[in-house]
């Protein structure tokens, strides 16, 4: 079975795309259109600018502790493959897990992000110990495709 969150991942990247051209066209606006002239009032377009600087800043910053990933998993052959990297514009790191079937012991599932996404943690027997690899977000994943990958890796839990 193969699993992709490939059409998440660019659903990911617009909606970044499109809130940074409607921060940029807001400030843009706040600048030019003349609806602070009153300098009675205590509320200029500086402030303005800068509560919409910080709404952005936080939206992003929520958007990032989601850390999500794309994904690609596959339980073909003798091996299962988690290929993964972070959605993140300063890592362009790519990460490949690759496990024989034989050595595959479990899998943890660890929320995170106000538990409401959650990490995968994969184990596998490896010179007469069980190691673990590093945390995975499943935060890009659609639901359907999470329980597909779970139920997949369950097949291979030995009891």
Request: aromatic share 16%; net charge positive; charged share 25%.
């Amino acid at each position: 079975m193969k699993i992709d969150n490939q059409k998440n991942t660019y659903r990911i990247w617009i909606r970044r795309l499109i809130m940074a051209i409607l921060f940029t066209l807001l400030i843009i606006l706040m600048i030019f259109i003349p609806w602070f002239e009153d300098r009675d009032f205590w509320l200029t377009e500086y402030h303005v600018i800068i509560l919409i600087a910080v709404i952005y800043v936080a939206i992003n910053v929520l958007n990032s502790l989601k850390s999500p990933n794309y994904i690609s998993y596959s339980d073909q052959g003798e091996m299962i493959v988690f290929r993964y990297y972070p959605l993140n514009l300063f890592n362009s790191k790519k990460n490949s897990i690759e496990i024989p079937k034989q050595q595959f012991v479990k899998y943890e599932l660890k929320k995170f992000y106000f538990g409401r996404k959650e990490k995968i943690i994969l184990y596998q027997h490896f010179r007469n110990r069980i190691v673990s690899y590093p945390p995975i977000s499943l935060s890009a994943l659609e639901e359907e495709d999470k329980q597909r990958l779970l139920a997949s890796l369950r097949k291979y839990i030995k009891s």
